[in-house]
Antibody, heavy 116, light 107 residues
Framework: QVQLVQSGAEMKKPGASVKVSCKAS????????MHWVRQAPGQTLEWMGW????????YYSKDFQGRVTITRDTSANTAYMELSSLRSEDTAVYYC?????????WGKGTTVTVSS | TVLTQSPGTLSLSPGERATLSCRAS???????LAWYQQKPGQSPRLLIY???TRATGISDRFSGSGSGTDFTLTISRLEPEDFAVYYC?????????FGQGTRVEVK
């Protein structure tokens, strides 16, 4: 069964960083691209970036360029998203989602709360 | 590319037909337009990709159509489990964007 298992909820102070993990099971991570998408409370979905299958090229949304880092560990079959310089507006549910032009498998989400 | 969904909220009764619109600020390849369903407290679920292809396990009550800048998701007969928020999504120039969503609620 294909699934993405994300790390648990995080609470951070403004200015800190957070690193969210996404472990793939039922398939080999580097055979598919992986996206990171976030959703602030009551808001729409916001694409943050993706890591391509195979060559591992990474593309970031201009809205997060310089603050987000996406990586993967193929030996652990796990992808990671790190967001730095957190502010209150970064409070959201962060999802990993498998796919290329569309996203066919989603993790359950990781809630990140930024508060002083 | 900005995606604008309308209406913001659709109030319908079970058994009725739902028609959701997604308009793009510039032309989108039909291969790169998808629709998702999201229920409260859940992750989005892929319904339709490449404008009109249903994802695995998706009921044939759901259909997608459109081209260029205008796309439509149709739910032929609403079932109780279909009341949710629906998002369109496009890919272009190494960037993905989502619409703001249409909420389908029980009238």
């Amino acid at each position: 069964q294909v699934q993405l298992v994300q790390s648990g909820a995080e609470m951070k102070k403004p200015g800190a960083s957070v690193k969210v993990s996404c472990k793939a099971s039922g398939y080999t991570l580097n055979r598919y691209a992986m996206h990171w998408v976030r959703q602030a409370p009551g808001q729409t979905l916001e694409w943050m970036g993706w890591i391509n299958a195979g060559n591992g090229n990474i593309y970031y949304s201009k809205d997060f360029q310089g603050r987000v880092t996406i990586t993967r560990d193929t030996s652990a079959n796990t992808a990671y998203m790190e967001l730095s310089s957190l502010r209150s507006e970064d409070t959201a549910v962060y999802y990993c989602a498998r796919g290329s032009h569309y996203m066919d498998v989603w993790g359950k989400g990781t809630t990140v709360t930024v508060s002083s | 590319t900005v995606l604008t969904q309308s209406p913001g909220t659709l109030s319908l009764s079970p058994g009725e037909r739902a028609t959701l619109s997604c308009r793009a600020s510039q032309s989108v390849s039909s291969s790169f337009l998808a629709w998702y369903q999201q229920k409260p407290g859940q992750s989005p679920r892929l319904l339709i990709y490449s404008t009109s292809t249903r994802a695995t396990g998706i009921s044939d009550r759901f259909s997608g159509s459109g081209s260029g800048t205008d796309f439509t998701l149709t739910i032929s007969r609403l079932e109780p489990e279909d009341f949710a928020v629906y998002y369109c999504q496009q890919y272009g120039a190494s960037s993905w964007t989502f619409g703001q969503g249409t909420r389908v609620e029980v009238k």
